[in-house]
């Protein structure tokens, strides 16, 4: 949230190599440390989207694959991406009849980026495809979050992996709602518009948008402080988290996101023509955050997973 307010791509960056560094969590002691010990500004980074393929081999898995939206991957050490398990030819299933998606990690040198990230928000991301052929990659240094345990116990390992990143991805939005705000209240203090004998601040509309993207902010900030705590508090005294909870961090990264990005809108209104310019720094936060609402993790479908749970029918809560 505070590098956002700076600069939403260095944000983003940041949440997504926190998340990453999870998985040694998961890996073998020996692995994790070989991993993330050595060099402790070691960053990690790729894709849980299982996108590629890895061919179970004596002591490992071939893995071929290619993935998108590789966030900061010029500036990691190792990668990751998840991949469709395949034994004796087909794909290891779970009891519901999907795959398993399991996550390789690799060396960054082991992988090709391919320049694709020419978007038009979070463009300093550096989010390009990254691609490996027939890798082999030691056992190891395979693993699925969604049926394995961590490794290492801790309340932060209770958390699902996804939902960390669904609040990383929201914290972004914070910092981007607030950097907006902050933006528009200096542009109303020294802007008149033309035809007009008022500065944009006296002007009634202007105070009307700026309270709604304080509220809309100031509102979707405490629910998701108030889910985390919650959530940090179960995962210290009981070692696990419930679905509830579960549910809750994901809802309020979802909630927080979308009221972000209408605060942003306000304040990128309420900016008139100077909005569009690009030295408007309102142009980049509404860029960068309609880029960050397109993010699976806190996207409009989550809300049919948590109103599911919420009315207590059968539902699908891997992704949670």
Same mark, same amino acid.
């Given at each position: 949230?505070?590098v956002s307010k700076v600069d939403a791509s260095a944000g983003w960056c940041v949440a997504i190599g926190a998340t990453s560094g999870l998985l040694s969590a998961w890996l073998p002691e020996e692995e ?6 050595? /060099? ?8 849980? *989207? ?24 010029? &500036? ?10 395949? @034994? /004796? ?29 020419? !978007? ?7 989010? &390009?495809?990254? @691609? ?6 030691? @056992? ?23 939902? !960390?990143? *669904? ?43 700026v309270s709604r993207a304080e509220a809309l902010l100031r509102s979707g900030r405490a629910f998701l402080f108030e889910a985390a705590e919650e959530t940090w508090r179960e995962a210290v005294e009981q ?17 927080? *996101? ?58 699908? !809560?891997?992704?949670?």
């Open positions: 949230e505070e994790a440390r070989r991993i993330y010990g050595i /060099d402790p500004l070691t960053i990690s980074g790729g894709v849980f *989207a299982p996108q590629g393929k890895a061919t179970v081999v004596p002591g490992g898995y071939r893995v071929t694959g290619r993935w998108a939206f590789a966030s900061g991957c010029g &500036h990691c050490g190792w990668l990751m991406g998840g991949c469709v398990v395949l @034994e /004796d030819g087909k794909p290891r299933l779970l009891p519901r009849g999907l795959p398993d998606p399991h996550l390789v990690l690799f060396p960054a040198s082991d992988a090709r980026v391919i320049d694709t990230w020419t !978007v038009s928000g979070l463009c300093g991301t550096g989010s &390009h495809d990254i @691609e490996v052929s027939d890798l082999f990659v030691p @056992e190891g240094r395979v693993v699925s979050i969604v049926t394995q345990p961590p490794v290492q116990p801790g309340p932060l390992y209770a958390f699902p992996v996804f939902g !960390v990143l *669904a609040m990383g991805i929201a914290g972004v939005g914070l910092g981007i709602a607030r950097a907006a705000i902050d933006a528009l209240v200096n542009l109303a203090a020294a802007k008149t518009p033309t035809g007009s004998q008022k500065r944009l601040a006296d002007r009634p509309a202007t105070q009307t948008q070692g696990t988290i419930g679905t509830e909870k579960r549910a809750l961090c994901r809802l309020a990264a979802t909630n927080a *996101a979308a009221v972000c990005a209408q605060a942003v809108d306000l304040m990128y209104d309420a900016g008139g023509g100077s909005s569009i310019y690009a030295t408007s720094p309102l142009q980049r936060h509404f860029r960068d955050v309609h880029v960050l609402t397109q993010h699976r993790m806190v996207a409009p479908p989550t809300y049919e997973i948590t109103g599911r749970l919420f009315l207590g029918l059968d539902t699908d !809560v891997s992704m949670i």
